[in-house]
């Protein structure tokens, strides 16, 4: 089997460097949770395959083209010729302000059949399988899908994991919580951001965690953007301050950081490492342009630790 499959939409991102009114030059990349984790692993040597939904258009091809240039294994992704891929526009309005809109309602990647990712996960057999809580907000039949696969995978012994990347776009925190609490509880390793805990469970940070882990949880890991990030497990809380470094853009790192910190879980790590794994490859994608493109090879994270020729990290 492989190391890591996941699987969600991925569309084609247009980003302009200015107000869209006024049109102008815009860029053309590829954008999705799911991939960008999947591309930061495959870039840290992992096996890695995803699998989704795009439509038979240039958007789908160039999804398909990134993914696989990137080391990514695509062979369970299907073309939907029905729909289209879906697309978003990242507007500059301001230095300050980015404004965000989708053309994805009705898109080849919410269409997620659970056939799809049921015969992936049994052709691919993967030690981990990554889910984020973004394809369950997509539709019904994706969101039966994550459930689903999160239950028989679990249940047949992969280990599971959840980012729960909650896009308040696409549904509310309600909607969420009712969703993401029993796929949390199938995980074995659940990331958040300091304010989504309470997306998967009650209480404050401790609460929540405590409740996590007596559901069989074994790691929870929370980011706390340029202040770090956190894990716990029954043997306790470690925390990790942030990589000093420049920020461009902070698209990213939470994908980035995921990426390492599973990274790391594969690679047999103690919590702690994974964590700073993980921190690692969140300053390297905050400190270059692109949600993924910054995304680090183990090669660029020995310059962090003193670029020894030979070194191993
Ligand atoms: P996004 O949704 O924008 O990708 P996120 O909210 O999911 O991000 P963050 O908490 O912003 O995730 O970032 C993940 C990790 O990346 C942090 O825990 C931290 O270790 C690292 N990181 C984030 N921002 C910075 C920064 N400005 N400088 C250094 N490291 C950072």
Redesign the pocket.
Known sequence: GIDVLTFGESMVAFRSDGPLVQGGLQTTRVAGAESNVAIGLARLGHSVAWAGRVGADPFGRLVLRELRAEGVDTTYAVVDVERPTGLMFVEQRTADLTLVEYRRTGSAGSALDPADVGAAVARTRPRLLHLTGITPALSASALECVTSVAESASAAGVLVSL?V?HRNRLWTREQAKEALTPIARRAAYVIA?DDELDLVADGTEEEAVASLLAHGVVQVAV???????SVHTVAGRVD?D????T?VD????????TAGFLSGVLDGLDPGECLRR??E???F???AKG?WEGAPTRADLALLHGHRPGATV
């Open positions: 980012d990347n951001s980011k706390r953007g340029p202040r770090g990030a990790v942030a990589v000093p470094v920020a902070p698209i990213g790192a939470g994908d980035a950081f993980g921190a490859a969140g300053a994608a905050v400190s949600d």
